[in-house]
């Protein structure tokens, strides 16, 4: 026993097998293999390496935006002139990344707390009873009370009075003058993992730039102020269409760096989307089409509380930053390296199935690949007390004469031990110095 364990830790430390390789010279397995590893590499270098970029590591950044809008609006609606600024058209004020731009309104002033008839072609009735008191229709504007006004047949609610009436859009719209309003965008990104942080005002943009500057896509691409028929334009929208019943439009900032070259040449680009609506879409037939929501100016006359509704059309205008910075990295390319040498082993595959199964020569192949062993024999191997382990099929056979005639005779461990270094431990039989070569397959 100690014996055998002995010889299975020398053959463990001291000895080192290969696998067996077959030279094969046929012209058609040996273009087919080219062809692959051909594939492969252009695969490695152009994809993974060229276009991936392979070979660096990412990261994504942590973001802001800061948004001001700047212009004046002005509307003369039935001999009332009035002016609009910032404060007027822009939802939220606080300069958010989200936010809305009035283009249209509907307003409904001096509306106050009361009884009042409903809107013609809301809760028709002919008398009381078509009016259930007490409940709520959800297209309705209050609290029905069950009674029937005969001078508009239809059923009064307790509600804001007089109830808004929007069936007519103004058209135009009455803020057309909002295509001259102006954009600043001031967004700030921080690229955590490589340790940059990075603002849209780059260098060369000062506040004498700013003051005079107005973005365009060839002329001025860094300026951060844009004029809002612009943007428009850029997201293929028309602004008298989407200023009438509003919409929602994208502005992305987009940051993709390069850190293997100097941070100054990571600068933002922007691209603009509608969001909502289609506009090369022309069915009118659309439920729910643009973007409204509504509003209300609370205040007191009189003592009696009243207010101002204004519902609101306009573009909704969202700023989304995306971003990707690349560095130079050594495990990602080793990794990349090594997935690539391991696609290499393809072209062994393929070239073994067209020689073991097409080729009309397959059976001289297989018998040239493969080493089969004889059973029989290696039963009377066994039955004359041979130690079966150490018997080996390569194409580079070792002989250990004193190490097998110990162990067949069962002498002492100490004088069947060979230094794998010595003359008996390397010696060579004739049929491991002859090598496997295929003659060429015409």
């Known amino acids: 026993m100690k014996c055998q364990i002995t010889n299975a830790l020398s053959d463990f430390f001291f000895e080192y097998e290969t696998p067996r390789q077959v030279l094969v010279r046929n012209r058609r397995v040996g273009v087919v293999c080219r062809l692959i590893q051909l594939g492969v590499l252009a695969y490695i270098i152009g994809w993974v390496f060229i276009y ?7 990261d994504t950044a942590v973001s802001s935006v800061f ?15 009035r002016v609009w600024d910032v404060a007027d058209y822009v939802f939220p004020p606080q300069g958010d990344s989200s936010f809305v731009v009035m283009t249209n309104y509907i307003i409904t002033e001096g509306q106050k707390m009361g009884k009042c008839p409903e809107l013609p072609g809301k809760h028709n009735c002919s008398s009381d009873a078509d009016c259930e008191g007490g409940s709520f229709k959800r297209t309705g504007h209050g609290h029905m009370t069950g009674v029937c006004d005969n001078a508009t047949k239809t059923c009064e609610v307790l509600a804001w009075c007089p109830v808004e009436n929007d069936h007519n859009i103004p058209d135009p719209p009455l803020l057309k003058s909002a295509e001259n309003y102006t954009l600043f ?10 340790g940059v942080t990075r603002s849209n005002l780059v260098e060369g943009i000062d506040a004498t730039y700013i003051n005079k500057c107005l973005h365009n896509t060839r002329d001025s691409p860094l ?14 929208f028309n602004f008298e269409t989407i200023a009438k019943v509003g919409g929602a439009i994208g502005i992305v900032v987009d940051w993709t760096c390069n850190f293997d070259v100097d941070v100054k040449y990571c600068k933002p680009t922007y691209n603009f989307h509608g969001l909502y609506g289609n506009p090369s879409e022309t069915d009118k037939a659309r439920a729910s089409v643009g973007y409204n929501f509504r509003y209300a100016k609370h205040y007191m006359e009189d ?3 009243k207010r101002t509704l204004l519902k ?33 082993g393809v072209a062994t595959v393929v070239c073994d199935l067209v020689l073991l199964y097409l080729l009309p020569k397959r059976e001289f192949y297989k018998n040239m690949k493969f080493k089969y062993t004889d059973t029989h024999g290696q039963h009377d191997s066994e039955s004359l007390g ?17 190490q097998d005639t110990a162990r067949s005779n069962g002498n002492s461990c100490a004088s069947v031990m060979q230094d794998p270094d010595s003359e008996a431990g390397s010696t060579e039989t004739e ?11 015409k």
């Open 185 to 194: 965008i001031k967004n700030s990104v921080t690229f955590p993992i490589f």
């Open 223 to 236: 300026c951060p102020i844009f004029r809002l028929g612009d943007i428009v334009k850029e997201s293929g």
């Open 52 to 58: 991936e970029k392979g070979y660096q590591s990412t």
């Open 67 to 81: 948004t001001k809008m700047k212009g004046v609006g002005y509307t003369n609606v039935t001999g009332e002139e």
């Open 303 to 305: 003592k009696v509380p």
């Open 431 to 441: 049929e491991s110095k002859t090598s496997t070569n295929i003659p060429l397959q």
């Open 386 to 402: 041979l130690d079966t382990s150490s018997v080996y099929f390569a194409s580079e056979a070792k002989t250990r004469p004193g």
């Open 312 to 344: 609101v059309f306009g573009i909704r205008i969202d700023i989304i930053v995306q971003s990707l910075a690349r560095k130079f990295d050594i495990i990602p390319t080793l990794t990349a390296i090594g997935s690539g040498v391991g696609i290499f």
